[in-house]
RNA sequence: GCCUCGGUAACUCAGAGGUAGAGUGAUUGACUUGUAAUCAAUUAGCCGGGGGUUCAAAUCCCCCCCGAGGCUCCA
């Protein structure tokens, strides 16, 4: 017999070389049917692993979090059997889940799969699953592992895989009648029909190993999960996030767009869609000068000098834009800091005159490979709302929490409910010693610690020149986008000699953060118009309200009415085309202009008007609205960034 | 940059060797309407660019540019 002792503390009897299964029957009937996989002294292990000695263990089952992505996992095992059932020729290389759910595969194929393929492919899991096969495991040394891969399944990756690792065991899953067999650490679901959503997404193509001058591999996308709703409600966030999407939202709402043939990765704001981003910019600029910012402006160009001071020409070059003046060279900036040193050295700051915060819209260029490009999301033209604060090294962590309200504070205002913190450490190609990295990286550690966030670390995600806090944001479907970035600079201070007089009349050596919270304006401004699918807020509203004549006779005062509005500080149209009234309401109402006013002859003669809001549930009208109330009602809304 | 798939009217897309098409939009006219599309007419194009094959190319071939989904990168 050995001892087991359950999460709540209790402890269970049970013979040796009892399977996980039937513990957990004996625990209950309903706990073996939920049950997926198992934690043993906290070692992930398939339900049919035999306990041996005393352990601590705790039984998986659909609710737990690691559930989703194992079933995932297992899917991503299932459909590498239908590929390899339908293409003989096909070599499965790797394939795991993949954040927050999901699973791809990748493989090495003559042809790359086509949409019919896909079919095929989602058919034949289809099938597995009816069948309902157990998942079984196998041990084999890793010489007969290696040997199996080259002579019985030719699989140079796998191969591959097996010379690398280090151990003197590897183990083998299966499933079904077929002969496919592959080489993975488990666990696994107990059998296929645990899987009760399962859909083939897309296949697009990889590099082996991401190495773009190996092999190129086709990489098949899947989700799968343990009842058709979760995969109804997931495909319906797939068409969701697909009709958010900025790039379509941002030319039928008129708000920008690129000219691809003129300059790829530049983006073109339009009028609609210059008033949101002015809106940011004046929240940000109050918000900033609240906090003791100052604002500054800097040129988008300097001499070589500037970047070769900055480290730039040695660790940035290959992003950035270069300028050819009769033989003497200039850069376009790719970072706003080198303009925001030579400000804060226009003069000798005492100790009690810092911390000095420096802020700047600043708009930056940065050359990228064009396959990274993405609508607004990816662009070489980036503004970002800029500032550096130069302080004292004991002001750093108070610092670092003031930004972080900011942050708060911002991100509530657009509506966010949720944002991570991650802590970057230093990556291969950086400049500063190790004793810097250390002590920058620690004290943006302790600033969040102090201030309780919970944050991960991201182990060599740090910029060349410090180490940094990112801030991701999720957005109304779940997406997660990284906005806010908190960089300690101990680089620049030195490039530029930038000093501070102490209290001991000596020069020395500032602390410097580079610091934004959009991140850039124009991914903030895409993110925001799919967070809110290009229903912007009130406040937000490029357009806040048409006014809708009834009848030509009604145009007169339609246009009075919008004057007032206008006059007033609210963002009013009026709509004179010659259409009927209910085509101009289903025109406002497809731009999602927030409140649409219609006047006839009722609101002539009680001076009133009749306010749709096409925000509300049943998008209901109000008559006979009071003209001061309306403007009351939105001015304040603007107020309370509603 | 690499892989796969694309680029036809302002927009969304059909046409796959033989006269360049539809819907939406825009323009004009009629209608004067009480809450999500009134009717009619007009307008539409170096079929991404260049080269080649052919009696004939939007269509087949080659090169380039641009986009989408990935790889990589990142604010």
């Known amino acids: 017999m050995v001892k087991i002792e359950l999460p709540d503390g209790n402890m269970l009897e049970v013979s040796k070389n009892s399977t996980i299964l039937s513990i957990a029957q004996q625990i209950g009937p309903r706990l073996a049917e939920a049950a997926v996989a198992a934690k043993i ?4 292990v398939d339900l049919f692993y035999e306990v041996t000695k005393n352990s601590k263990l705790e039984i998986l089952t659909n609710k737990s979090e690691e559930a989703l992505d194992i079933l995932n996992h297992s899917a991503a095992h299932i459909m590498a059997g239908a590929v390899v059932d339908l293409f003989p020729d096909a070599r499965p290389t790797i394939g795991p889940s993949i954040e927050p759910v999901g699973f791809y595969y990748d493989f090495y194929v003559k042809k790359p799969f086509t949409q019919e393929d896909l079919e095929q492919i989602q058919k034949r899991v289809d099938e597995v699953i009816q069948e309902n096969s157990e998942f079984k495991r196998e041990e084999l040394s890793l010489k007969d592992a290696i040997n199996y891969y080259q002579t019985e399944d030719k699989n140079k ?11 003197d065991e590897v183990s083998f899953y ?9 080489l993975c650490r488990g666990p696994h679901i107990p059998s296929t029909g645990r899987i009760k959503g399962i859909k083939i997404l897309n296949a697009s193509s990889a590099f082996w190993r991401g190495d773009a001058q190996r092999e190129s591999l086709q990489r098949v996308y899947g989700v799968a999960f343990f009842n058709p709703k979760q995969l109804r409600k997931h495909l319906h966030m797939l068409e969701e996030a697909k009709k958010r999407d900025h790039r379509i939202l941002g030319s039928q709402l008129d708000l920008f767009g690129t000219a691809d043939e003129w300059g790829p990765g530049m983006p073109l704001i339009y009028p609609k869609g210059t008033i949101i981003l002015e809106i940011l910019k004046a929240f940000w600029i109050k918000e900033h000068r609240k906090a003791g910012y100052e604002i500054v402006q800097t040129p988008h160009i300097f001499k070589e000098l500037v970047w070769q001071t900055s480290g730039h020409i040695e660790y940035f070059l290959e992003n950035m834009f270069p300028v050819d003046l009769k033989g003497e060279k200039w850069f376009i900036k790719p970072m706003n800091c080198p303009g925001h040193m030579m400000i804060y050295n226009r003069k000798a700051y005492s100790y009690r005159e810092l911390p000095v915060r420096l802020g700047e819209m600043g708009t930056v260029y940065r050359y990228e490979l064009s396959g990274a490009l993405h609508g607004l999301f990816r662009v070489l033209s980036i503004t970002q709302d800029d500032a550096h604060i130069f302080m004292l090294p004991d002001q750093l962590e108070d610092e670092i929490v003031r930004v972080i309200e900011m942050v708060d504070h911002f991100y509530k205002a657009f509506g966010f409910e949720e944002w991570e913190y991650f802590v970057s450490t230093k990556p291969e190609k950086a400049i500063g010693d190790d004793a810097g990295w250390d002590h920058a990286t620690d004290a943006l550690m302790k600033a969040l ?10 182990e060599g995600d740090g910029a060349f020149y410090g180490p940094k806090i990112d801030v991701d944001v999720k957005d109304a479907i779940g997406r997660r986008w990284q906005l806010a970035t908190i960089q300690v600079d101990f680089n620049l201070p030195d490039r530029f000699d930038i000093n501070y007089l102490g209290e001991d009349g000596q020069k020395h050596r500032p602390f410097v953060i580079h610091r934004v919270i959009y991140g850039c304006m124009e991914r903030f401004l895409a993110i925001i118009v799919e967070n809110y699918a290009g229903k912007m807020p009130i406040w937000l509203s490029p357009v806040q309200t048409v006014v809708i ?6 145009a007169e005062y339609a246009k009075k009415v ?12 009026a709509d004179f085309s010659g259409e009927r009234m209910e085509y101009k309401i289903r025109h406002a109402t497809m731009q999602k202009v927030p409140y649409i006013i219609n006047v006839g002859d009722k609101e002539i003669e009680a001076e009133t008007i009749a306010v749709r809001n096409v925000r509300s549930k049943d998008n209901k009208v109000e008559f006979g609205v009071k003209i001061p109330d309306f403007i009351d009602k939105v001015l304040q809304q603007n107020k309370n960034y509603e």
């Not at 002294?41 to 992930?44: F, Q």
């Not at 796998?158 to 280090?166: A, R, Y």
């Open 41 to 44: 002294d906290g070692n992930l």
């Open 157 to 167: 990756f796998k191969v591959e895989i097996l010379e690398e690792t280090e151990v």
């Open 174 to 182: 299966s499933h079904g009648k077929g002969a496919f067999k592959d």
């Open 449 to 458: 610690e102090r201030v309780d966030i919970k944050y991960k670390v991201k």
């Open 549 to 554: 004549p009834i009848t030509d006779s009604h």
């Open 562 to 573: 919008a004057d007032e509005l206008v006059e007033a500080g609210i963002r009013a149209e």
